[in-house]
Each structure stands twice: as structure tokens, then as C-alpha cells.
């Protein structure tokens, strides 16, 4: 009895690796994935590691706020993306400030999804009168833009980076509960949730145990096209000066920094502008490979040699 338990164990773990290497292959053949993921992680470790605030010493060639007498100077060998009007180097501005940018949008979804995610569950799964006071309330946050919303709150709460966090919390709840409740539609009236039902398993376990992670995969990959956005509020906000305090080096403050001089400057804007873009570009690449793993109409047999 013990072999075949410990037979049956290693089957699973065997078909848990050859799945594992599935997904893999199937993710290395999609080229702009895997350049996302290159870029995606480069910023990643970034804001890790870009200032000597951890444990391991950071690899910004300056400290982000010093200053110098080279002012305005455009790109060189000593400041490969030159300095910004007070002569602050502008590669250690933007490595420094890939942190904050980050912990804005990764924070302020992470707060979205646990709010948002058991408010479209529970709507979508009982109806009724918990699924209309769900819908009435993203119905109203849906008619404004969510940036427009993160306007507001900032406008509410004011200035700093928890109050911009908490703008962008507040502005996706609606759309995580949104997404989930569209997918329990759709998977509670499959035969196998019938017949947990029939069988007589608890809502609460048919919820947990069968819907939310059928329901998982579409929130992952919406979850990369938020996150990009996220990133752009905060930088829009900071922009307009809505956002972080001056003094905290983010990419939408190294933009409004350089708004006098667009004319004179053209590294200022050019490079902040550029790190946006790859971002945004680089999740969405990614969040698209996860999309095309998670269609079964995907498969590909050359893939895995059948």
C-alpha cells in the first residue's frame, strides 16, 4: 500500500515537471515575451537594488539627489542620459525612481484584487440583492475614467505616495470585481459545479475550491494591462503635480522636472518617456503570453515532441 502511494506521488510530480516544461517552452517561443521578461526583470531588479537603502549595495552610478556643476549637460561617457537642470545625473534619477513607480502600482492592484475579487465572487455566485449592490457600485465607478477617479481621491486624500497608492487601490476595485464576476457566471452552471451541489459541498467550497481558481487565469492576464496603467497614473498625476512629494525621485517627477526645458533639453523628457514605454510595452507582452498558456485552443504538439 505504501509503494503505491509513493508511486502515485511520484506520477504527480512527474506530471507536474512535464507540465512545468510545457508552459516554458511554450512561453520560449514567444519572442516578444521573453524580451519583455528580460526588460520587466532588469526594472525589477532596479528598484530592488538601485540605491544603497537595502542590503546589497545599489548600482545607480550617483546619488540620485546630488548635485553638480554640470547642468543641463546632454548624454556622455560620465553620464551616459546626462543631467537634469541643477546637474542631477539622469540614469541614477530613473534607476532610483523604477522603486517608487513600482511599489505604486504593484501596492495599489495588490489592494484592488483583495477587495475587489470576493466582491465580484460572492455577487456573481449568489445574485440577488449582494450581486445588485455590487453592480450598482461598479456601474457608478465605471462611468468615470479610472484616472479621472485617481484625480479625485488625490484631490481628497492629497499629496503622497500612500494617497496616490490609495487613489489607484480605490479607482480598480470595480474592474478586478467586474472581470471575476463575468468568469463565476460563466463556470457555476458547469456540470461539475452541479454536481458538487448535488453531492451537497458547501457554497464557501465550491466558491475556493473550484470557482476562484477556474476564475484566476483572465484576472492574471487583465491584471498585467492594469498594472500598466497603474504606472501611468502615477507618473500622469506626479506630472501634474498630484502625485508623490518633489523631492522623491519617480519617473513622473523626473518628467515634470523637465517640462521648462523641453525645448532646450531634449534628453529629459526623451529618456523618462522611454522607461514608460518599455514597461508598459514589456508587461503587456508578458500578460499576453500568459493569456495564449491559458487557451487550450493554443495547443501546439511540436511543443512537447508528440
Partial sequence: MAQAEVGAQLEQRARRERGFRYYMRRFARDKRAVVGAVILSAFILSALFGDDLGPIPGFAPYDAQAQAFELLEAPTLAHPLGTDNIGRDLLSRLIVGS??????????????????????????????????????????????????????????????????????????????????????????????????????????????????????PPVIVVSSVFFSAAILIEAGLTFLGLGVSPLTPT????????????????????????????????????????????DVHEYDPSVTGA
Fill in 251 to 294: 519617473w513622473g517627477t523626473v518628467l515634470n522636472d523637465a517640462r521648462p526645458f523641453f525645448s532646450r533639453a531634449w534628453w529629459l523628457a526623451t529618456y523618462p518617456g522611454l522607461v514608460i514605454m518599455l514597461v508598459v510595452l514589456s508587461v503587456n507582452f508578458v500578460g499576453d503570453a500568459i493569456r495564449d498558456l491559458n
Fill in 99 to 216: 522603486r517608487t513607480s513600482m511599489i505604486v502600482g504593484i501596492l495599489g492592484l495588490s489592494l484592488a484584487a483583495v477587495v475587489g475579487l470576493p466582491l465580484g465572487l460572492l455577487g456573481g455566485y449568489y445574485g440577488g440583492w449582494i450581486d445588485m449592490l455590487t453592480q450598482r457600485y461598479i456601474d457608478v465607478q465605471w462611468a468615470f475614467p479610472n484616472f479621472i477617479i485617481a484625480v479625485m481621491l488625490v484631490g481628497i486624500f492629497g499629496l503622497g505616495l500612500q494617497n496616490v497608492i490609495m487613489a489607484i487601490f480605490l479607482a480598480y476595485i470595480d474592474d478586478f470585481a467586474r472581470v471575476i464576476r463575468a468568469m463565476v457566471l460563466a463556470i457555476k452552471e458547469e456540470d461539475y459545479i452541479l454536481a458538487a451541489r448535488a453531492q451537497g459541498v458547501s457554497n464557501w467550497r465550491i466558491m475556493y475550491r473550484h470557482i476562484f481558481p477556474n476564475a484566476m
